[in-house]
């Protein structure tokens, strides 16, 4: 069964402190990694999709690379405004145009000034 | 150009009673999903339309959840009859291609 695990479960950061939010997966057939960010009482917000090992994307203070069992989303000097949930989630080969997600419970993320 | 917009927000019903969610998805969009959080859990899919066909429905819980998706634009996902364990979230997705666009949900809460 496809699984997402995501670490840890919230962090509390210092305005300006850098670090990494984890999401580890089990999946046959990986055919995407997607990053969403989620502000309460609003649905996933699309932040990056990575493909293949290796793979590195960048937004902002955001950047998140990929490997055969894990996706690291790094978050550099961040503001308060980042303080939101990150989730990860994974699509596989299921045929057509299906992409459907399996989602980690989340990573919620609270920047102090 | 708007996004994914879901009616109602919010609702409340006893258990026993239907409730019926709709889903808008972002013009031109072929693929609609369903998907659902369950407090305390994680976000998981529920079914999948290309145009007017259901795709995948493999999340779906039971035959008491009915989707439907008229011409292939508007979804609608019906509960009937609402059990307890119902309550949740309720987000819908529309997509291109790879990226799906959410929409801000429907919190259901049966009591």
């Known amino acids: 069964e496809d699984q997402v695990t995501q670490s840890p479960e919230a962090l509390r950061l210092q305005e300006g402190e850098s670090s990494s939010l984890n999401c580890s997966y089990t999946?046959?057939?990986?055919?995407?990694l997607f990053w969403y960010r989620q502000d309460p009482g609003k649905g996933p917000e699309f932040l990056f999709t990575?493909?293949?090992a290796g793979e590195e994307k960048e937004k902002e203070r955001l950047k998140a690379t990929l490997t055969k069992k894990e996706s690291f989303l790094h978050i550099t000097a961040p503001k308060p405004e980042d303080s939101a949930t990150y989730l990860c989630?994974?699509?596989?080969?299921?045929?057509?145009?299906?992409?459907?997600?399996?989602f980690g419970k989340g990573t919620l993320l609270t920047v102090n000034p | 150009e708007a996004g994914v917009t879901q009616f109602p927000s919010h609702s409340v019903i006893e258990k026993g009673q239907t409730v019926t969610l709709r889903c808008d998805p972002i013009s031109g969009h072929d693929n609609l999903y369903w998907y659902r959080r369950v407090m305390g859990k994680e976000i998981k899919f529920l079914l999948h339309f290309v145009k007017e066909s259901k795709q995948d429905e493999s999340g779906m819980p039971n035959n008491r959840f009915l989707a439907e998706r008229t011409g292939g634009t508007y979804s609608t996902l019906k509960v009937q009859p609402a059990e307890l364990e119902d309550s949740g979230v309720y987000f819908c997705?529309?997509?291109?291609?790879?990226?799906?666009?959410f929409g801000p949900g429907t919190r259901l809460t049966v009591l």
């Open positions: 997705a529309s997509s291109q291609a790879v990226k799906q666009f």
């Open positions: 999946v046959s057939g990986l055919r995407g």
């Open positions: 990575l493909y293949s």
């Open positions: 989630a994974v699509t596989k080969d299921s045929g057509g145009s299906n992409y459907k997600l399996t």
